[in-house]
């Protein structure tokens, strides 16, 4: 079975901080997604990469960078955490197919 | 850009059926899928169509696709309260799942 773990399914930080938020993925899939999910907005791509050291934006960029070093992992990073970053994080996989594996998610709280 | 659309809420009663709908503007769609979202946790592909096929049916799932009006619907045949959850459409462009639109998402009650 796929699996995607992410770092953490809780996180509070000050605002301000800098944020990392890591999934990693055992599959050795190309394709690795970086969305916002809030309610009523439904999941927003923040960032993507279609290989290692690649990335693309996607809808909301702004305010986020994305590290991917390794095939299996990509980094979400939040320079300077700020309230309307408040929100749930979820990151996925994919080969070129149609399915992408999504992980548990990381519920990320800045106050 | 492409923009796919679904009602926030949808209640049934157990037993019933529930028909969640999804529209979607990307006419260059090669797929579209379903993806359930149990609370706490991600995202779990239920089915999916090809952009040729007009129905799928998957045991007590059936799809169907109406390429004109760009309409998708999920049709879930005797619900269980084990399917209250909320349910994304979700297109993909040319290429597959390299890259999704998700919709709003459709919360479904199922009430005993």
């Known amino acids: 079975d796929v699996k995607v773990t992410q770092s953490s399914r809780y996180l509070v930080k000050r605002t301000g901080e800098k944020v990392f938020l890591e999934c990693v993925q055992d599959m050795d899939h190309e394709n690795m997604f970086w969305y916002r999910q809030d309610p009523g907005l439904g999941l927003r791509l923040i960032y993507f990469s279609y290989d290692v050291k690649m990335k693309e934006k996607g809808d909301i960029p702004e305010g986020y960078s994305v590290s991917r070093e390794k095939k299996e992992r990509f980094s979400l990073i939040l320079e300077s955490a700020s309230t309307n970053q408040t929100s749930m994080y979820l990151c996925?996989?994919?080969?070129?197919?149609?399915?992408?594996?999504f992980g548990p998610g990381t519920r990320l709280t800045v106050t | 850009g492409e923009d796919v659309e679904q009602s926030l809420f949808l209640s049934v009663r157990e037993g019933d059926s529930s028909v969640i709908n999804c529209t979607y503007t990307?006419?260059?769609?090669?797929?579209l899928y379903w993806y359930k979202q149990e609370p706490g946790a991600g995202l779990q592909l239920l089915t999916y169509?090809?952009?040729?096929?007009d129905m799928k049916q998957d045991q007590r799932l059936t799809v169907l696709l109406n390429k004109k009006d760009k309409h998708l619907s999920l049709r879930i045949a005797d619900t269980q309260t084990g399917d209250s959850a909320i349910y994304f459409c979700a297109e993909s462009g040319a290429g597959g799942g390299n890259k999704l639109t998700f919709g709003t998402g459709t919360q479904l009650k199922v009430e005993l």
């Open positions: 990307d006419s260059s769609s090669t797929y």
């Open positions: 996925a996989s994919s080969t070129y197919s149609y399915e992408q594996y």
């Open positions: 169509i090809f952009s040729n096929m």
